[in-house]
């Protein structure tokens, strides 16, 4: 429409597109089909595919789906037990921490799921607290290790000793006494 309501009028019309030919085109079909046709497939050659089963996980618990020939390698890197990709990694991170030592490294990683699942889960509060405990502990530590210069040495910023509001409240009275 146009800006007051009026009507355009043009001079364009609409056509229809002209139709394509389809001489032009012609229907493919594929020669694996013709080769399959001509072969029975030997069910025989073909590879078993193995089937998929819940495992879970001895740390976290948490249930993957996997081959057996999956869980018989996991089970075979981590002691003869089954743990997850997550788990898995953590395990690794462990082992580069202790110095490549596996058996110690699962048993810190398993200590840390146990106790996670039974107590963190259950109180998440308490586990908030601990952590703010903890934090607070490596702040302290970092505080007392450096040295505390006595005042001797003067730094830059501000320092307040008392709240500005009386301050503020003298200027105001002085403005409103001469104003």
Known sequence: MAPH??????????????RLSSDGL?????????EFAKE???????????EVVDAKCECCGMVE????EYMEKVNSRFLGKWICGLCSEAVKVEMEKN??????????????????????????????????????KKTRL???????????????????SSSCIPAITKDINIVSTTG
């Open 99 to 136: 110095g490549g030592n596996k058996e110690e490294a699962m048993s810190s990683h398993m200590t840390t799921c146990v106790r996670f699942n039974k107590l963190d889960r259950a109180y998440p509060v308490l586990c908030q607290a601990e952590a703010m405990r903890n934090m607070l």
């Open 65 to 68: 789906e996997c081959t057996p």
């Open 40 to 50: 029975a497939i030997d069910i025989k050659s073909l590879n078993t595919i193995s």
């Open 26 to 34: 012609k229907r493919t079909v594929s020669d694996m089909s013709f």
């Open 142 to 160: 970092r505080a007392t290790s450096f040295p505390r210069d006595n005042g001797l040495t003067k730094k830059g910023g501000i320092t307040r």
């Open 5 to 18: 309501g009026d009507t355009i009028v043009s001079s364009y019309t609409f056509t229809k597109p002209p």
